[in-house]
């Protein structure tokens, strides 16, 4: 069996593989990656939404990768939208990058750098 975490660093990626439905809220330090569903609030330094995946809720993350759909707020540092993403709600970002046509449905808001 592969081990995913350095015991010393305990910094494993918390991942919700296809075909998976999780209902509640998931919060950590380190990275999230979403290929189901999920119906809940994400926090996470990362978050990764991967074509096909889901989330219902709102996010709270230094970085968002979004190439899947999501239903809710987004309150990030620094936002990539990709191809194919889909977004309702509203994406509050300091950095924001868009790769091609998306289905961006969502109010932006921008955020002041305060360290400038």
Request: hydrophobic share 35%.
């Amino acid at each position: 069996m592969l081990a995913f975490t350095n015991a010393d660093d305990k910094k494993s990626p918390t991942i919700i593989g296809a075909g998976c439905n999780l209902k509640g809220d998931i919060n950590t330090d380190h990275t999230v990656q979403i290929h189901g569903a999920v119906k809940g609030d994400v926090t996470a330094d990362t978050i990764v939404i991967g074509r096909g995946g889901s989330i219902s809720g709102n996010i709270r993350a230094q970085t968002l990768f979004l190439h899947g759909t999501l239903d809710g707020n987004a309150t990030v540092n620094v936002a990539n939208v990709f191809a194919n993403a889909e977004m309702t709600g509203t994406l509050s970002y300091k950095t924001l990058n868009i790769t091609c046509n998306t289905g961006l449905e969502c109010k932006l808001s921008k955020r002041k750098d305060e360290s400038k």
